[in-house]
Nanobody, 128 residues
Framework: QVQLVESGGGLVQAGGSLRLSCAAS????????MGWFRQAPGKEREFVAA????????YYADSVSGRFTISRDNAKNTVYLQINSLKPEDTAGYYC?????????????????????WGPGTQVTVSS
């Protein structure tokens, strides 16, 4: 079993930045592909970014490409989401997800049903 805990959300003005963190435990972190999703009130959950277990492959949703950066620190069992140039439409609950994969796999995943584990989420609110 894998436990995920997000942190770093908050209230920020448009144009500001945040760094979200997701700490993982319960399984070798280098055997987990990681992803970030978000869900705004009244909307479906949407993919934001993904990173492979090796960290060598990353992928972003078009809506955040160029503003969001996903990274991981395998020594700290943590994945990050750096969010720059925040917009009011970025307001949502942000969720970390993990998928069990082969050790140091280079594959990333974009679909929420491809992930096995989810964190409780952290709220990001952007004021205009």
């Amino acid at each position: 079993q894998v436990q995920l805990v997000e942190s770093g959300g908050g209230l920020v003005q448009a144009g500001g930045s945040l760094r979200l963190s997701c700490a993982a435990s319960g399984r070798t972190f280098r055997s987990l592909a990681m992803g970030w999703f978000r869900q705004a009130p009244g909307k479906e959950r949407e993919f934001v970014a993904a990173i492979s277990a090796s960290g060598g492959s990353r992928y972003y949703a078009d809506s955040v490409s160029g503003r969001f950066t996903i990274s991981r620190d395998n020594a700290k069992n943590t994945v990050y989401l750096q969010i720059n140039s925040l917009k009011p439409e970025d307001t949502a609950g942000y969720y970390c997800a993990a998928r069990s994969v082969g050790y140091y796999s280079g594959t990333y995943y974009q679909k929420d049903h491809e992930y096995h584990y989810w964190g409780p989420g952290t709220q990001v609110t952007v004021s205009s």
